[in-house]
């Protein structure tokens, strides 16, 4: 048993994907969550950079006694998770193994898409992991760097022109090469699901790496007999390094529960 909280950290808003799937699977838990909105995205930046970034956010989330860390941004476990779980006497986990495995296990063509950041793309992560399942299995990805600035502004709606436009210019080479597996490799994306799903067709199954990382999680505390006893529902603290407000209105609507006063906004540097 053990009452501490939980961390969460991305570069944004799309790590509530995460956080709204582990409060599901573990209703009873604590959880603090930090956005690095001021900083957001982290897919065009440096590897140098982004280790930077999640350091610090890391850093801070570990100043909360919390007894798990969970890096929801693609873009940081490609390039920073090997540090921080060296750095840290805690679990400490990636989005990209859980949800690749999902995958790697579900296709029936053996064709599987990823998407996500220019750094996630580039560091071949998710075709590493997928491999180490099945090295048989084709593997196509792509960038698609405008859907975190579309998610940030709220454009995500299934009948939003100017996502529908950007996200058939990305995914239609990938429909094209007859994959039935997609993964959303970047937290942000399951909130495009309906748009993604216009493009793909029904017959491509969407995997979401926010919420197969936080099954993974939920089966490994339990099993660590790590989890809170806490019989009613934990706490969610959010905190920001931008405007808190702005912030808020996004993620009540996503996460479907009004968390207007309940976000801080931080310095982290």
């Given amino acids: 048993m053990n009452a501490r909280p939980i961390g969460v950290f991305d570069s944004g808003l799309g790590g509530l994907t995460t956080v709204k799937k582990l409060s599901e699977f573990l209703p009873g838990e604590d959880i603090i969550y930090l956005g690095d909105t001021g900083r957001v995205p982290y897919g065009s930046r440096s590897k140098e950079t982004i280790i930077r970034y999640a350091s610090q956010d890391a850093e801070f989330l570990a100043g909360f006694d919390i007894k798990a860390m969970v890096i929801?941004?693609?873009?940081?476990?490609?390039?920073?998770?090997?540090v921080l779980d060296r750095s840290y006497d805690m679990p400490v986990y990636e989005v990209v193994s859980a949800p690749a495995r999902t995958a790697a296990l579900s296709t029936k063509n053996g064709k599987i898409g990823v998407i996500g950041t220019n750094a996630t793309i580039r560091s071949g992560a998710y075709e590493a992991a997928i491999k180490s399942v099945n090295p048989d299995l084709e593997v196509f990805s792509a960038a698609c760097p405008l859907f975190v600035p579309l998610v940030e502004n709220g454009r995500y709606g299934a009948e939003d022109i100017a996502a529908l436009a950007i996200a058939e210019d990305y995914l239609l080479p990938l429909r094209e090469k007859g994959i039935?597996?997609?993964?959303?490799?970047?937290?942000?994306y399951p909130l495009l699901r309906g748009v993604i799903a216009k493009i793909m067709g029904?017959?491509?199954?969407?995997?979401?790496?926010?919420?197969?990382?936080?099954?993974?999680?939920?089966?490994?505390?339990s099993g660590r007999d790590m989890l809170s006893q806490n019989p009613g529902r934990g706490n969610v603290r959010y905190f920001v390094t931008d405007s808190a407000d702005g912030f808020a209105t996004l993620a009540s609507r996503f996460l479907e529960s009004n968390v207007c006063g309940l976000v801080e906004q931080i310095t982290l540097e």
């Avoid at 929801?72 to 090997?82: G, H, K, L, Q, V």
């Fill in 180 to 188: 039935d597996t997609l993964i959303l490799g970047c937290t942000h």
């Fill in 202 to 221: 029904s017959d491509v199954m969407l995997v979401d790496s926010g919420a197969e990382t936080a099954r993974l999680v939920a089966g490994d505390l």
């Fill in 72 to 82: 929801a941004c693609n873009t940081a476990c490609t390039s920073a998770f090997d």
